[in-house]
């Protein structure tokens, strides 16, 4: 049964409904971290480890969520739908992801660990999160737990094996914050789709729009002042994080002409396709 409904299911919307475009989106930025630190080498190792773990705690999140919706009698999206649906070997594939990076860990420094632990709690203060009434204003503060969570733990093993590693200037690296932010808007973003589309007031639909808006164009001119004033090798990483951001304005302005599955592959593309021109600039 779940084969037959997978299989009705369009294939560009299969990575999205496994939870697989996370690990992707943070191995991609993981790399262009590594290129705009002038990071030379670091294990291989690093990416398998950053991909398990991302695909583990949004498994984690989304059977969670799949639970919690079904017993409140909520509307359940297809991605937890699918996740509620294959409960069992979802499980067992986290299991041996967490198993797996556990292994990987084993083989690496140890100070990795402690660079690498304040991510561990803004993951576990998120999963705490999870359990408390939901209303608004705690999901944006999910959101931002979430969204930071997101780039210190895609930024945090570049980082370790930089040369001059100073913990203190990778917290308020202008890198990693300007990539939060798009992190925490991206995820927001969804969020605010899935509002406006379940509101029949045009007046609520308008203004979820224009305050999404406002928040693109805020950290558009954000990464462009950034870019303006970098050198030539930070440069690149803010062209980047501009480009996509300017590419989830145009789906944010745009939606009305996607389902609500597309517009969450759209919002993934829009932190991948930045990729090529990171690559050309660094040339």
Same mark, same amino acid.
């Not at 990483?237 to 980047?240: G, M």
């Not at 759209?266 to 990729?275: E, G, I, N």
């Given at each position: 049964m779940? #084969?037959?409904w997978?299989q009705?299911?369009?294939v560009?919307?299969?990575?999205n409904?496994l939870? +697989?475009d996370?690990?992707l989106?943070?191995v991609?930025w993981?790399?262009m $971290?590594?290129?705009?630190?002038?990071?030379?080498y670091?294990?291989?190792?690093?990416?398998l480890?950053? !991909?398990?773990v991302v695909?583990?705690?949004?498994?984690?999140?989304?059977?969670?969520?799949?639970?919690?919706?079904?017993?409140?009698d909520?509307?359940v999206?297809?991605?937890?739908?699918?996740h509620a649906?294959l409960?069992?070997? +979802?499980?067992?594939?986290?299991?041996l992801?967490?198993?797996?990076?556990?292994g990987?860990? !084993?083989f690496l420094p140890?100070?990795?660990?402690?660079?690498?632990s $304040?991510?561990?709690?803004?993951?576990?203060?998120?999963?705490?999160?999870?359990?408390?009434?939901?209303?608004? +204003?705690?999901t944006y503060f999910?959101n931002?737990l979430a969204?930071l969570?997101?780039?210190?733990?895609t930024?945090?093993g570049v980082q370790f094996?930089?040369?001059?590693?100073?913990?203190?200037?990778f917290l308020?690296s202008?890198?990693?914050?300007?990539?939060?932010?798009?992190?925490?808007?991206?995820?927001?973003?969804?969020?605010?789709?899935?509002e406006? #589309?379940?509101?029949?007031d045009?007046?609520?639909?308008? /203004?979820?729009e224009?305050l999404?808006t406002l928040l693109?164009?805020?950290?558009?001119?954000? !990464?462009l002042?950034?870019?303006?004033?970098?050198d030539?090798?930070n440069?690149p990483?803010?062209?980047?994080v501009l480009v996509?951001? /300017?590419?989830?304005y145009?789906?944010?302005?745009?939606?009305?002409r996607?389902?609500?599955?597309?517009q969450?592959v759209?919002?993934?593309? !829009?932190?991948?396709?930045?990729?090529p021109v990171f690559?050309f600039?660094? #040339?």
């Open positions: 779940v #084969r037959h997978m009705r299911q369009p560009w919307l299969w990575p409904l939870s +697989l996370a690990p989106v943070a991609v993981m790399w $971290f590594a290129k705009t630190w002038r990071v030379e670091f294990p291989p190792a690093i990416y480890l950053l !991909a398990l695909w583990s705690v949004y498994v984690a999140d989304r059977l969670l969520d799949a639970r919690f919706r079904q017993m409140m909520r509307d999206p297809t991605r937890h739908r699918i649906r409960r069992k070997p +979802l499980t067992v594939g986290m299991i992801a967490v198993i797996s990076s556990m990987l860990l !084993a140890v100070g990795l660990w402690m660079h690498g $304040f991510v561990l709690v803004l993951v576990a203060l998120y999963f705490v999160m999870s359990f408390v009434q939901e209303t608004e +204003l705690m999910k931002i969204g969570a997101f780039a210190y733990g930024a945090v094996y930089r040369p001059a590693s100073d913990l203190l200037w308020l202008t890198e990693v914050l300007s990539f939060a932010v798009l992190c925490i808007f991206n995820i927001t973003a969804i969020d605010f789709w899935e406006s #589309r379940k509101s029949p045009p007046e609520v639909k308008r /203004g979820y224009m999404l693109l164009i805020m950290l558009g001119a954000f !990464a002042l950034l870019a303006v004033f970098a030539s090798y440069k990483f803010f062209v980047a996509a951001t /300017g590419l989830l145009l789906v944010n302005r745009e939606r009305s996607f389902s609500m599955d597309a969450r759209l919002a993934d593309l !829009a932190m991948l396709l930045p990729l690559m600039y660094m #040339r």
